[in-house]
């Protein structure tokens, strides 16, 4: 795990070992595909978007973990009482650190698959699956939902023109063509997040997306299902404002952030690839001398056996074994 602030490896730190302690053996033995869900003060909408996760997706048998990010309600306890395992973070940090805190703990606690949803119920359970299937086939390192391949219930018009100029943005900066950049239900190989820089503490849908696809890995999009919130409030695009509930100026905030994360993180993937090929051709030229030599990203990756092409990328589509595998997937 990459990260650019050491105040946060402190603050994950003493959260994992928080949850280690809780959970004992289940913190260190997961089963084969873990959702992680990011929740701040999610009280009323957390208990039902738990029960109604599946048991089961793929033949494989699933765990919740719901990284309570500095709430002030019983959105921990509501969590744990649906049968989540809880991180109870102290301090609110922000969606993008509680989802990397999350990954972190499926990642050391042996999962295969990490799945994303939101804490407020507005993503199908039932497409979880759908989702996740091309990863566990082998046919795609990380997958997303898109409304934009499925449907939204949304009537903001705001929202849906910013939803396709950021995925016409992405997909011109990237070269890879993405309709549906800031989808939340996403599944992904475990051991991919352990390569991706994760710096951004808000927004970060869009540095995830941007670093596994300049990262080489293979990218897939599926049909999904977007929903209107129906408890609490949306939030996205917090302001000074905020209080007075206006949405165009939300709308407004949300976008210039999105974009600084966007723009920001496609510079800094850009820098990286750059420092990368430079490396790459000094090893070259040292190679040629009897002396080989990676570039950092390169050679992290097979330190931690990750990354396109690696054994584990290779071995990654089949579940591990033991009580958490299903019957299901035995016969798969």
């Not at 599926?222 to 709308?251: D, F």
Request: with cysteine; glycine share 12%.
């Amino acid at each position: 795990m990459i990260y650019s602030n050491p105040r946060d490896r402190v603050v994950d730190d003493a959260a994992i070992k928080a949850f280690t302690d809780t959970y004992g053996v289940r913190a260190t033995g997961l089963p084969p595909v873990v959702i992680v869900i990011a929740a701040y003060n999610e009280a009323g909408a957390i208990g039902p978007v738990i029960q109604a996760l599946p048991a089961e997706v793929c033949g494989l048998a699933t765990a919740a973990i719901v990284v309570a990010d500095g709430c002030a309600d019983e959105t921990a306890a509501e969590a744990a009482a649906a049968g989540a395992m809880v991180c109870d973070v102290p301090v609110n940090r922000g969606q993008g650190a509680a989802l990397r805190l999350g990954y972190r703990l499926a990642r050391e606690g042996n999962a295969s698959y990490i799945v994303t949803t939101d804490a407020d119920g507005q993503y199908n359970p039932a497409e979880i699956g759908t989702v996740l299937a091309p990863v566990v086939a082998g046919e795609a390192d990380f997958a997303t939902g898109s409304r934009q391949l499925g449907s939204q219930e949304t009537k903001d018009m705001i929202r849906r023109t910013g939803v396709r100029f950021f995925a016409s943005t992405i997909s011109l900066l990237t070269g890879q063509k993405i309709s549906d950049t800031t989808f939340g239900l996403r599944a992904m190989r475990a051991d991919v997040t352990g390569v991706v820089e994760l710096s951004q503490p808000q927004y970060q849908a869009s540095e995830l997306l941007i670093g596994v696809i300049t990262h080489g890995y293979k990218v897939t999009e599926v049909p999904a299902t977007i929903h209107r919130r129906r408890v609490g409030e949306s939030k996205k695009g917090q302001n000074p404002l905020y209080g007075l509930h206006l949405p165009g100026v939300n709308n407004l905030f949300y976008g210039l952030r999105f974009a600084r994360v966007a723009y920001g993180t496609w510079w800094r993937e850009r820098q990286r690839i750059s420092q990368d090929g430079r490396s790459a051709n000094s090893g070259s030229a040292e190679s040629s001398s009897g002396t080989a030599r990676s570039g950092p990203v390169d050679s992290a990756a097979r330190a931690n056996g990750s990354g396109p092409g690696s054994v584990e990328a290779s071995a990654s589509s089949a579940a591990p074994g033991g009580s958490w595998t299903t019957d299901a997937a035995k016969r798969t």
